[in-house]
């Protein structure tokens, strides 16, 4: 089995290869078609492609980049060290470089992000800027206005379309990799999990560790499963409930609260239902940046267990 990251490994190099809207595609195909690339905000829920948009861009306009994780150099050195000496020098391809600040909305609020606005505008003769982001509105004010901003939104009108084209991807990324596969395996671990494309293709290849994907490696998020965690809420037995956390951890969090969303009619009283919508969402934002997405999942169900009626 080969050792790299696939996410890597196959990442698209080109804007045509990424699986996009085509409202979205289309814009940035009129990019490297001008051949001018503009300080720009990406902001979508995680693993939809910004990143590997923002690569690709460079990549087909030929332009020299440097790559910034905000979530790991978010402070104010990261500015005056890496990227002042970076956006400062004179490109090797010739023409003007590219900083992508990945994972931006981490960067400090305070001090970091007001002094990006100053070397946006410093270097705008020899220097872009792309930000990625997961939560635009923590991007100050004075970023925004800087930068043209795209949203990664899919519609359920495009939804399926794009998980066709990602299910041939996926096809062929195992194919490649010599793993055997069940086709209908495939299309629900990314109905799963989409639009979150690299979390289908870091969940291949932990599977594929075995050299075949097929029904025996998927645990479904069922009505059954859900039905048993919202007794245990009723019934407020704590020890059942984080049983049922851990044994279900390997869902992607932010699932598991889509799935209780999608379904509290059915088990909270009517009156409790805007309470249980604040606390969901309240603990799906924390999802994004906490350490421990286990503690947090228990966290978010002991407060619904405590603080809503059950029917």
């Not at 809207?21 to 693993?47: R, Y």
């Not at 609020?109 to 792309?130: D, M």
């Not at 930000?131 to 004075?142: A, G, M, Q, V, Y």
């Not at 869902?251 to 009156?271: F, V």
Request: proline residues 3%; charged residues 25%; aromatic residues 8%.
């Amino acid at each position: 089995m080969n050792e790299f990251l696939w996410v890597e490994k196959y990442r698209p190099q080109t804007i045509k290869d990424c699986i996009l809207p085509q409202n979205i595609k289309s814009t940035f195909e009129d990019i490297v078609n001008g051949g001018e690339l503009h300080n720009m905000l990406l902001t979508g829920t995680a693993g939809l492609g910004k990143t590997t948009v923002a690569k690709a861009l460079c990549n087909e306009l030929n332009l020299d980049y440097l790559l910034i994780n905000g979530s790991e150099e978010s402070g104010i050195d990261t500015l005056r060290n890496k990227i002042k000496q970076f956006a400062s020098s004179i490109s090797l391809q010739g023409g003007y470089k590219v900083v992508i600040l990945d994972e931006a909305d981490y960067l400090n609020a305070q001090s970091t992000q007001p002094a990006l606005r100053g070397f946006i505008e410093e270097f705008s003769s020899n220097c872009r800027f792309i930000l990625t982001c997961n939560f635009k509105n923590r991007i100050i004010d004075p970023l925004h206005s800087r930068c043209t901003t795209i949203e990664f939104n899919i519609s359920k009108a495009q939804s399926a379309k794009l998980c066709v084209k990602f299910l041939e991807r996926c096809k062929y990324i195992l194919s490649e990799e010599g793993v055997q596969f069940e086709e209908q395996v495939l299309a629900e671990l990314i109905m799963k999990h989409m639009p979150d494309w690299r979390k289908v293709i870091n969940e291949l290849q932990r599977y594929s560790t075995s050299g075949v994907i097929d029904s025996g490696i998927l645990v479904s998020l069922s009505e059954i499963s859900l039905n048993d965690l919202m007794l245990h809420l009723k019934d407020k037995n704590f020890k059942a409930m984080r049983q049922w956390v851990a044994n279900n951890i390997d869902s992607e969090p932010a699932a598991i609260y889509r799935k209780i969303y999608d379904n509290m009619n059915d088990y909270i009283e009517p009156s409790s239902v805007p309470q249980a919508v604040l606390i969901l969402a309240d603990y799906q934002y924390k999802n994004s940046f906490v350490a421990d997405h286990e503690l947090n999942t228990v966290a978010c169900l002991t407060e619904i267990m405590a603080g809503v009626q059950f029917k």
